[in-house]
């Protein structure tokens, strides 16, 4: 359901969002299919509805750089270039506050965070409602042109948001450009909204990201991945191996969901690994989980982590 923005259209959105719902967020650059950021099951169904065949972690949205402070820590030069930039089209890749209570799954389990503040009043007005930060990739389905007006977003997802707020058409269109600050030299990881010559005059010479994460950000090299040795397609754990489940398994050490869901599980994964990558434990084996809906990118991660 489309909805044109007044006090109570915010105050439903505040509501979905509350309830684990994903909405449709209008900002400068694209649509946002918006989740609470340190909601895990939230999140775990951005992935589910765009189909997103693997977890790559997700920009996070605030509404000042106090209220991002508390997830990310910002140098210098980040603050120098929020100061310029935001609210705005550019997102900042930081460490990520070890303390902070932000899903796992936000990130992919790195220890960075890429933050932003937009620029669109509703997005803006619906933050400082809201209060907490919130994920938001853009809300088309995986693979799909990224949407720049409300209906684009309806039309890909229609029943599955508790609402989409009518922004009108995205001013920018394009998504932010990406800067990780997370090393001493600048690396531009997509170009985007703000042009890198701009942020070159406070920054200096940004480097381009050489490799292939910005086609495919999901192979990011830094992904989480246990210490331990991962087996997957388990049934029993062997000698000193933890035993992560799904679904009906006995003698689970963890189990990822009982009932077998995939959002669930996806929702437990990097929490549940981290848990058992503990060297009291030889080794993690992993029971078969399905190869559909969340499952490819649960398996996706897993296999990974195997490899
Ligand atoms: P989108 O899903 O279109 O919003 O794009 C998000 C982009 O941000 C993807 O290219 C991600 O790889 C990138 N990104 C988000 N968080 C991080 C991070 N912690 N480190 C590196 N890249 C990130
Ligand atoms: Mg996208």
Same mark, same amino acid.
């Given at each position: ?51 997103? %065949?693997?977890?790559?972690? @997700?920009?996070?949205?605030?509404? *000042?750089?106090? /209220? +991002?402070?508390?997830? &990310?820590? !910002? $140098? ?12 705005? %089209?550019?997102?900042?890749? @930081?460490?990520?506050?070890?303390? *902070?209570?932000? /899903? +796992?799954?936000?990130? &992919?389990? !790195? $220890? ?196």
């Amino acid at each position: 359901m489309i909805i044109s923005i007044g006090p109570e259209e915010i105050s439903q959105a505040v509501a979905s969002l509350r309830n684990g719902q994903l909405i449709g967020l209008p900002t400068e650059t694209v649509y946002g299919l918006a989740a609470d950021a340190t909601h895990d099951e939230a999140v775990a169904s951005i992935f589910e509805v765009k189909g997103r %065949p693997q977890f790559n972690p @997700l920009i996070i949205h605030g509404h *000042s750089v106090e /209220s +991002l402070a508390e997830y &990310a820590e !910002l $140098d210098e030069r980040a603050r120098l270039l929020a100061e310029k930039f935001w609210p705005g %089209p550019l997102t900042l890749v @930081l460490p990520r506050k070890p303390d *902070s209570n932000l /899903s +796992l799954l936000v990130s &992919a389990g !790195l $220890d960075t965070v890429a933050v932003r503040i937009p620029q669109h009043p509703v997005a803006l007005k619906l933050l400082q409602a809201y209060g907490k930060p919130l994920a938001a990739p853009s809300a088309n389905l995986s693979g799909q042109v990224s949407p720049t007006r409300a209906q684009h977003v309806d039309d890909a997802f229609g029943d599955q948001l508790g609402c989409v707020l009518d922004g009108g058409s995205c001013t920018v269109g394009l998504e932010s450009t990406i800067v990780d600050l997370t090393t001493e030299k600048a690396v531009l990881l997509r170009p985007g909204g703000v042009p890198n010559e701009e942020l070159e005059v406070l920054l200096g010479k940004i480097h381009n990201y050489k490799g292939t994460e910005i086609r495919s950000p999901g192979m990011l090299k830094s992904h989480y991945a246990p210490g331990l040795p991962v087996r997957l397609n388990a049934q029993n754990a062997g000698p000193g191996e933890a035993l992560l489940g799904f679904g009906d398994v006995k003698n689970a050490t963890l189990n990822l969901s009982v009932s077998g869901d995939l959002v669930e599980a996806a929702a437990n994964l990097f929490t549940m690994l981290r848990q058992l990558d503990h060297p009291q434990h030889s080794g993690i084996a992993i029971t078969p989980i399905p190869h559909h809906g969340l499952g490819l990118a649960i398996n996706d991660r897993i296999y990974r982590a195997a490899c």
